[in-house]
């Protein structure tokens, strides 16, 4: 059972910056995508960011280009989010996504979620 887990949240003022990482582990697989996501009460889960493996292509929100970045340690099967000039909006639980293949298969796997909460 592949298990992902988060770090990096926390709370900071409005403008700061925090970097959230997440690192799949269990069983022997490959990483096709990892990603971020955002969910906040009453609203449907978001994309932020996705990264393909290798960092071959990356993917962004609007509202999060250019304040955010994502890259992954292919090797240590991990994914950061470097999150810049945050804003209150911003604030969210944010979740780690992964789609991994196992044999000749892929599933989807997510994280616990972190919370990140902006003050203004």
């Known amino acids: 059972q592949v298990q992902l887990v988060e770090s990096g949240g926390g709370l900071v003022q409005a403008g700061g910056s925090l970097r959230l990482s997440c690192t799949a582990s269990g069983g022997i697989f490959s990483i096709n995508t990892m990603g971020w996501y955002r969910q906040t009460p009453g609203k449907q889960r978001e994309l932020v960011a996705q990264i393909t493996a290798g960092g071959g292509s990356t993917n962004y929100a609007d509202s999060v280009k250019g304040r955010f970045t994502i890259s992954g340690d292919n090797a240590e099967k991990t994914v950061y989010l470097e999150m810049n000039s945050l804003k209150p909006e911003d604030t969210a639980v944010y979740y780690c996504?992964?789609?991994?293949?196992?044999?000749?298969?892929?599933?989807?796997?997510w994280g616990q979620g972190t919370q990140v909460t902006v003050s203004s």
């Open positions: 996504k992964a789609i991994v293949r196992i044999g000749a298969y892929q599933y989807q796997y």
